[in-house]
């Protein structure tokens, strides 16, 4: 069974459209993560949610809105998509207080925007 | 602003070689270190974590902390072309990562 699952995997669409990717994790952790992998490979943390509560929000457009409807899940939709927005986006999880917060992480979403 | 910086490679070894991988941060509340492999096209996989000062290994792994320093490196020893893969070091306590670093160990 898959720890960390993202749908969609590939993900083709013009400028301006609206896009969501969703993340479900069956592994029972608490905290939820949103990274961007740009071209460069630079793994960017974008937003963390813990039980369903956001406690990482870093400086991302407000374009981009996660949605955490409960543990298990951490969405994200974007809003008038931009070319720069090109990417793979990583859903990860991890325990917290379990003495290391080790990240599982998702297999990647790779949005491509025309 | 909190930073996490690696040492820019890429990196290349031959195949047997000791391969040398630094990571210092900017954030001295920070409590716990990972090191993570990529390999092309994939997600990351923690390799170990370590959060006292002074070395732990597994296996060919070894994992160095200096928090005085703020400085974190990872050692492969006998280096194997399986190892060829991009290294992350990522820093608790908001799990920021480096920008990684590209290492090749050659036949």
């Known amino acids: 069974d898959t720890a960390v699952s993202q749908t969609p995997k590939y993900l083709v669409t013009q400028m301006g459209n609206d896009k969501s990717i969703k993340c479900e994790q069956n592994?029972?952790?608490?905290?939820m993560y949103w990274y961007k992998q740009d071209s460069k490979k630079f793994l960017k943390i974008m937003f963390s949610?813990?039980?369903?509560?956001?406690?990482i929000n870093e400086t991302v457009p407000n374009r981009f809105s996660p949605k955490s409807p409960d543990k298990a899940h951490l969405n994200l939709h974007i809003n008038s998509l931009e070319l720069g927005d090109s990417a793979v986006y990583f859903c990860?999880?991890?325990?917290?207080?379990?003495?290391?917060?080790?990240?599982?992480f998702g297999a990647g979403s790779r949005l491509t925007v025309l | 602003q909190k930073e996490v910086e690696q040492n820019s490679g890429p990196l290349s070894v031959p195949e047997g070689a000791i391969a040398s991988l630094n990571c210092t941060y900017s954030?001295?509340?920070?409590?716990?270190f990972f090191w993570y492999r990529q390999y092309s096209g994939k997600s990351p996989e923690l390799i170990m974590f370590?959060?006292?000062?002074g070395d732990k290994e597994d296996g060919r792994f070894t994992a160095q902390l200096n928090k005085a320093s703020q400085y974190v490196s990872l050692l492969i020893r006998d280096s194997q072309p399986s190892d060829s893969a991009t290294y992350l070091c990522?820093?608790?306590?908001?799990?920021?990562f480096g920008a990684g670093t590209r290492l090749t160990v050659k036949p």
């Open positions: 990860a999880s991890s325990q917290e207080g379990s003495g290391a917060n080790v990240l599982t």
């Open positions: 949610y813990n039980n369903k509560e956001l406690i």
């Open positions: 954030d001295r509340g920070s409590q716990s």
């Open positions: 990522a820093v608790h306590n908001d799990m920021r």
């Open positions: 592994l029972g952790h608490d905290t």
């Open positions: 370590i959060y006292s000062n």
